[in-house]
């Protein structure tokens, strides 16, 4: 069964920084969306991507972060100039986009650890 | 925006006994709601998920819920097993989704 694929699986930084989280969507689907869990809470909507655009986006994504396709297989998520409280796991999730592109699976995750 | 709370934050079941989460969503316009099942350190498994269309969803021990007049949805576990200790999340939404706050369910053998 294909899974959505991420990577690193952990990422070390200092603050200031910058970092791109790489992510494998399952290679039919069509929405793709970038999610944070800091350790303990509840998982975070940061932005969903369709058709080479963000869709939407939260309040957390703010010019510190952005998101690209830069090839058919590969979507990222750059966070420049890294602060403590990003510490957290990322996740990146696909959609098929069947039905409004609700229906989402989600990778591994990136521990992020920002010193 | 959506805003989806989930209670309650603990619960703890006997081995074999039911297991019941619930969940209250505010935007009338989210027709999309899954269940999540997140094991310590592991990412969330989409375990059912429902849509505005139906009442009631059922998956073999697990079922699932939706009051859309009430704006509520329901994780309903049935003879819950040890490996069903984990934290569950609810969600709701349309395109993106908008996640609960967590329960964590412990099945005691």
């Known amino acids: 069964e294909p899974e959505v694929t991420q990577t690193p699986s952990h990422q070390v930084t200092q603050m200031g920084q910058e970092v791109i989280l790489r992510c494998v969507p399952i290679?039919?689907?069509?929405?793709f969306y970038w999610y944070r869990q800091i350790l303990g809470q509840k998982v975070e909507f940061l932005v969903s991507?369709?058709?080479?655009?963000?869709?939407?986006k939260s309040e957390i994504f703010d010019d510190q972060f952005s998101v690209e396709r830069p090839d058919g297989s590969n979507f990222t998520l750059k966070i420049r100039s890294t602060k403590l409280e990003d510490s957290a796991m990322y996740f990146c999730?696909?959609?098929?986009?069947?039905?409004?592109?609700?229906?989402?699976?989600f990778g591994p995750g990136t521990r992020l650890l920002v010193l | 925006g959506e805003n989806v709370e989930q209670h309650p934050s603990t619960l703890s079941v006997q081995e074999g006994d039911s297991a019941v989460i619930k969940c209250t969503y505010s935007d009338s316009a989210s027709n999309y709601f899954p269940w999540y099942k997140q094991e310590l350190g592991k990412r969330p498994q989409l375990i059912i998920d429902i849509r505005s269309n139906v009442g009631e969803k059922k998956d073999q021990r697990i079922a699932v819920t939706l009051n859309k007049t009430a704006k509520h949805f329901s994780l309903h576990i049935t003879e819950t097993q040890p490996e069903d200790s984990a934290v569950y999340f609810c969600a709701g939404g349309y395109q993106k989704v908008t996640f609960g706050t967590g329960t964590k369910l412990q099945v005691i053998p």
């Open positions: 999730a696909s959609g098929p986009g069947l039905a409004g592109g609700e229906t989402q699976y």
């Open positions: 290679s039919n689907h069509l929405y």
């Open positions: 991507f369709y058709n080479n655009e963000i869709s939407e």
